[in-house]
């Protein structure tokens, strides 16, 4: 029988593979869940695909797990990248998680001209990212980038990288589907990345710029302004939906 209970781990997960677990591991396993030795658990760790192990040492403060079988494959997401500026806690929180369950590749938080907070914490965005991947059952986990500026990414934009750029200044007007489909030739394969703005949206100057990309796709995510958190989660799911897993 598979296990209820999935945790990501820093380890490596193969056949005989054992795991030692941490404080807050054994913790969450043997004080919370309640599990005992003998218990199944399921593990990944972003690289080994999800594995089957079980409780072989159990106590309040560490316990090992071992690996028994695998029950999925490493599955890659679409090469995709969410460039945002991050906004308040909670809703840069949200979309760190969304992007996670929705299968972003990496997560990349950018200071812009209008950026309301000037300041991320890394780690607990990152922690996000890992526990939006246990819950969905995916087997690979993003990489949640420290907050670089926007104008230092393009500076370094990899050519073969195609940005849908969510602009609300097009509000209404060039939606992605239309967009992609009258691509010639179509940019369909390949890596893309999404730019959603902050809150006070894009400069003049950062709209300019990044219409003068070769690789920019400027779009609308139709007649409404979303919020940054709403725009993010649309913008997913359209590229989603016409270019990746879906
Ligand atoms: N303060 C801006 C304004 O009033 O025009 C709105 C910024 S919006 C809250 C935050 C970000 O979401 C935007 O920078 C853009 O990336 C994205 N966004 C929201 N609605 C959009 C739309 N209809 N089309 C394209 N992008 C949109």
């Known amino acids: 029988m598979n296990a209820k209970v999935r945790l990501y781990v820093d380890h490596p997960l193969g056949a005989g593979q054992t795991v030692p677990l941490d404080r807050d591991q054994a913790h969450y396993l043997f004080g919370v869940m309640r599990l005992a030795v003998g218990a199944r658990v399921a593990l990944f760790n972003g690289r080994d695909g999800e594995w089957q192990a079980e409780v072989a040492e159990a106590s309040k403060r560490c316990g090992v797990l071992a690996c028994v079988e695998q029950s999925k494959p490493l599955q890659l997401p679409p090469d995709l990248w969410l460039i945002f500026a991050p906004i308040k806690k909670a809703r840069t929180d949200f979309i760190v998680e969304k992007a996670a369950e929705m299968g972003a590749a990496r997560i990349l938080p950018v200071a812009t001209d209008f950026t309301n907070s000037e300041r991320i914490r890394q780690d607990r965005l990152q ?110 799911t359209l590229w989603q939906r016409a270019l990746g897993d879906w």
């Open 127 to 236: 922690a996000h990212a890992v526990e939006a991947a246990e819950q969905c059952g995916g087997t690979y986990v993003p990489e949640v980038a420290e907050l670089q500026k926007l104008s230092a990414l393009l500076d370094h934009w990899p050519e073969n990288r195609q940005l849908m750029f969510c602009d609300e200044a097009e509000v209404g007007q060039r939606l992605f589907l239309d967009a992609v489909q009258s691509e010639d030739p179509p940019t369909a394969s390949g890596p893309w990345a999404i730019l959603i703005g902050p809150e006070g949206g894009f400069s003049d100057a950062e709209r300019k710029r990044l219409q003068a990309m070769q690789q920019a796709h400027v779009v609308s995510l139709g007649p409404r302004i979303l919020r940054a958190d709403t725009a993010a989660v649309a913008a997913m």
